[in-house]
């Protein structure tokens, strides 16, 4: 059974930065990050296949969140830089058949708050 619980959520002022963490028990074949503005539908942000270095990004946040994972903490991570606030949402991390849209994912963490001022 799998369990997936988030942290580092927060308030920042536009320009600042966040490290969200996703903490994992069970098997996993990918984790996905996922966000949910109030009154908008969940989408995809982030994704990677354990074990693969490199990750899969929507086009709004591509060169400014980097998803990683620490293998030995069954942690995965999702480095958010250049906050704008527009990327003020409620993340979830998922893990699922496959992680790149909700439609694929099972199992849902409970979600951190993520709110960016201008």
């Known amino acids: 059974q799998v369990h997936l619980a988030e942290s580092g959520g927060g308030s920042v002022q536009a320009g600042g930065s966040l490290r969200l963490s996703c903490a994992v028990s069970g098997y996993t074949y990918c984790i996905g990050w996922f966000r949910q503005a109030p009154g908008k539908e969940r989408e995809a942000v982030a994704s990677?296949?354990?074990?693969?270095?490199?990750?899969n990004y929507v086009h709004s946040v591509k060169g400014r969140f980097t998803i990683s994972e620490d293998s030995a903490k069954n942690t995965v991570f999702l480095q958010m830089n250049s906050l704008k606030p527009e990327d003020t949402a409620m993340y979830y991390c998922?893990?699922?058949?496959?992680?790149?849209?909700?439609?694929?994912?099972?199992?849902w963490g409970r979600g951190t708050q993520v709110t960016v001022s201008s």
């Open positions: 990677i296949v354990r074990g693969r270095a490199s990750g």
């Open positions: 998922g893990s699922g058949i496959a992680c790149t849209k909700p439609m694929n994912v099972r199992d």
